[in-house]
């Protein structure tokens, strides 16, 4: 390993054991994180997941010893596949979600804590993508939210754990929305479409006084 490496990791290794000395008394933290989500159409059996992706940023900021609020911004990838005998229809979403949440931080022990967040969301639309495919051969395709049925825009709540470790984050979440996003009515599924999605995301979390 090159010197300049050793003495890059040296300092990133001192610079974490600091900071997270000074969690404890720090109002103000920013995290930034990536992952995946399992995502899905509520409710519908014919429907089954998608494995997407999500990155973004949180916003902490305490309000006591062990509460703080959150908020942030992400960049989240949602969606749901129809299967039909040789027929599929493949959906993804773009939204960028805005949480504002409150969560309960407790310490395990030096360096280690567990928060749990209860957050409700907006997701503002950014791009609604469908595809039609019939024994392996596209048919149709669409950017359209009009032409894909479904609303641009979006909102719900979230269960969120995280596993902080020194400055490394770990977290595991649940959203559902909670507005029924589909402008179409029929009797084959696509009446009513509401996103959920598990995801797990691997973060730094950057702390300041």
Known sequence: MKKSHLIFLF?????????????SKSKFSIGVKGGLNISDKFDDKPWSSKIRYRTGLNIDYSIGDYVFLRTGANYNQ?????????MKLYYKLDYITIPIGLGLFIPLEEGVNISFIFSGYAD?????????????????????????????????????????????????????????????RDNAGFSKWN????????????IFK
């Open 11 to 23: 300092l990133f290794i001192c610079f974490t054991l600091h900071s997270q000395e000074e969690f």
């Open 78 to 86: 949602k969606g749901s596949t129809y299967h039909n005998n040789d």
């Open 124 to 184: 503002l639309g950014l791009s609604v993508k469908y595809k039609v495919k019939e024994n392996g051969h596209e048919i149709l395709s669409s950017e359209s939210c009009e032409a894909s049925n479904l609303k641009k825009n979006d909102m719900g709540f979230s269960v969120e754990g995280e596993f902080a470790y020194k400055q490394i984050l770990f977290n595991i979440g649940f959203e559902r929305g909670l507005k029924n996003i589909s402008l179409k």
């Open 195 to 206: 996103n959920s999605c598990l995801y797990a995301t691997l973060g730094y979390r950057f």
